[in-house]
């Protein structure tokens, strides 16, 4: 079984042990972040503003055989758990062209990101995340190394945010996620989205079309990296449920006012939601189709109003962590109730 995250201590490319905190080989002080941006008025040297100005922090992650991206951030290289798997070193290339070997010192399969350790060339400065994902329409760059193509790069808009994205490794989806039509082809992975201002907005992580992508939001990632640079560990919260969203049919046939929220079908023993939530009683049927009934609707979770479980995904991913105890409200026997509930750890996928 893979453990969600792992601790490294691995030599760099100058044979160098890279400790825990995974920062560059090098003695030198890390470079500063790049600075945002002031756009162009024109828009074709916007992109190509922005594409100077940040691919330098680029680099492709892999080998001969194929690979993903990455990029600088915090003095290590950044890409996702998917493109270095269960690899404990990895070769990583810069944009003038050096070959690095660089130690896998962490990562984290439930937001499917990873930390390398690796002596980062002067010129790759950091990049830094945005404060706050900007609003759909925005425009946005994707660079990396599709199709091992390196220093290329893409140009579309984010196209919807607070996406729920199916994850296979762990059962879990990662939650909001930000939906951009930059294309995002195999390669793509683990390189940055980027605003006009050259700020990331996203990690990328997989492509669904030719006009459908999708990037690990910033928000999730600025909580996650920074424990994985300092401990090589971070722990999801979790609440311990299974649900599926209300939908209109789930509303009627459990006397719902409002198709909003999500239907509780059951509490995995030993977690904070077992004893708290009442799982789903029986099933009825509605134009031929069984529908579950009986179950607790959760409608709020820490002051925050849960309309579907992509809200719940990110209620939980961004603003409450393991030990946190916080008010709920459910529609319980068509009554609304007030409940607490604890915060616990993710299992180990």
């Known amino acids: 079984m893979q453990r969600q995250t792992r601790r490294r201590f ?21 470079p500063e972040p790049i600075e945002p941006l002031e756009s162009p008025a024109d828009s074709d040297s916007q992109y190509a503003t922005v594409y100077e100005r940040t ?28 493109v270095v798997g269960d690899a404990e070193t990895i070769d990583v290339r810069f944009e003038n062209g050096e070959w690095r070997s660089a130690g896998v010192t962490a990562t984290d399969v439930y937001a499917d990101l990873a930390v390398l ?27 990396g190394s599709p199709f091992g193509l390196e220093s290329s790069v893409s140009s579309g808009i984010i196209s919807g945010k607070n996406r729920s994205l199916p994850n296979e490794q762990t059962g879990f989806s990662i939650p909001n996620t930000v939906q951009t039509d930059a294309g995002l082809d195999p390669g793509n992975s683990g390189g940055p989205l980027v605003t006009m201002d050259g700020l990331v907005t996203g990690v ?33 919260p979790f609440l311990g449920i299974q ?51 009986g179950g607790d609707v959760l409608v709020e979770l820490a002051g925050n109003a849960i309309d579907s479980d992509a809200d719940l995904g990110t209620t939980l991913a961004l ?16 009554e609304p109730l007030e409940l607490t509930v604890g915060i616990g750890a993710r299992p180990e996928p």
């Open 319 to 334: 603003e409450l962590s393991p030990g946190d105890r916080v008010p709920a409200t459910v529609i319980r026997d068509g």
């Open 10 to 30: 691995l030599a760099g490319a100058a044979g160098v042990a890279v400790g825990l905190a995974g920062c560059t080989t090098s003695a030198r002080d890390p």
């Open 204 to 236: 990328a992580v997989a492509g669904a079309g030719t006009s459908v992508g999708f990037a690990v939001s910033p928000l999730l990632a600025r909580r996650v990296l920074p424990e994985l640079i300092r401990t090589g560990h971070y722990d999801h």
């Open 243 to 293: 649900l599926v969203d209300v939908t209109p049919t789930i509303a009627e046939a459990n006397g719902l006012d409002d198709a909003r929220g999500v239907l509780v079908v059951g509490t995995a023993d030993g977690t904070p939601a077992d004893g708290t939530f009442r799982g789903v009683t029986g099933e009825t049927e509605i134009d031929g189709r069984s529908v579950p009934v």
């Open 117 to 143: 350790s690796t002596d980062i060339p002067d010129y790759a400065r950091p990049l830094s995340f945005v404060a706050s994902i900007p609003a759909v329409g925005t425009e946005v760059l994707a660079l």
């Open 55 to 82: 691919i330098r922090s680029v680099a492709f992650v892999g080998d001969e055989s194929g690979g993903g991206s990455g990029f600088v951030h915090d003095g290590v290289v950044v890409t996702n758990q998917h």
